[in-house]
């Protein structure tokens, strides 16, 4: 099968798609759109189309671009566009989880799959109001009860919306714990130490404008004298 051929029609898949589309669905919908028997595209075809796209697309000339996100292909804006398109419909970009909404969001995402008492055992607070959203918002589902549990309670975990939120493919593209902690200690240390410049900058200049007035007080007691 032509590469040239199959290009377009993939691109134009993406392009129509309102969620992200896996190699898989990509090579079926092709193969059915196209009525492939014989040459039918394989998933090998798909994939090299796909990096032919991204290629493309990758060019500074393009404000989006085709990105992988939550399990699938996607075009999406780029970073560096992402204020201006704020202008546009602004409540819709601008709309965020409340502070804890992402608590319980952060622990069903490392924690998963979670009941909702051990959600609350970890925040210390009631929690049932920040699920719900998140359920509405389709970030988690219920995956499942817990069988082994008193009353079967059930289990929550991260939903494919998440990913696609977040711009992750899978739980375990998530940072690790042990990262975050080390990048805040790092944050730390660095405002500290440029803190501490910013003193001994003070410091110095401090020092010059006291030298500078002793240097004057000194040459008017020689004129005076």
């Given at each position: ?142 995956s499942g009860r817990r069988e ?12 494919k919306n998440f990913m696609d ?48 007035g002793e240097i004057t007080e ?8």
């Amino acid at each position: 099968m032509e590469l040239s051929l199959i290009i377009p029609h993939i691109e134009a898949l993406i392009f129509a798609s309102d969620k992200p589309l896996a190699i898989n669905d990509l090579a079926e919908l092709l193969n059915n759109a196209m009525g492939f028997i014989e040459d039918r595209a394989s998933v090998e075809q798909v994939e090299a189309a796909i990096n032919a796209i991204k290629e493309k697309y990758d060019s500074e000339f393009y404000a989006f671009g085709l990105m992988e996100s939550g399990g699938g292909w996607q075009f999406l804006t780029k970073p560096e566009y992402h204020k201006t398109i704020t202008q546009l419909n602004g409540d819709k970009f601008l709309k965020k989880l409340s502070a804890a909404s992402i608590e319980t969001l952060s622990i069903i995402a490392y924690k998963q799959p979670v009941t909702k008492s051990e959600i609350e055992l970890i925040r210390g607070v009631n929690c049932d109001y920040a699920v719900q959203k998140l359920l509405e918002k389709e970030l988690i589902v219920i995956s499942g009860r817990r069988e082994d549990a008193v009353g079967k309670p059930l289990i929550y975990s991260t939903s494919k919306n998440f990913m696609d939120y977040f711009g992750i493919n899978s739980s375990d593209d998530l940072p690790k714990i042990k990262e975050i902690l080390n990048h805040e200690i790092i944050e730390a240390t660095k405002i500290e130490r440029e803190e501490i410049k910013e003193i001994e900058k003070e410091n110095d200049l401090s020092e010059k404008k006291l030298e500078a007035g002793e240097i004057t007080e000194q040459g008017s007691e020689e004129t005076a004298g």
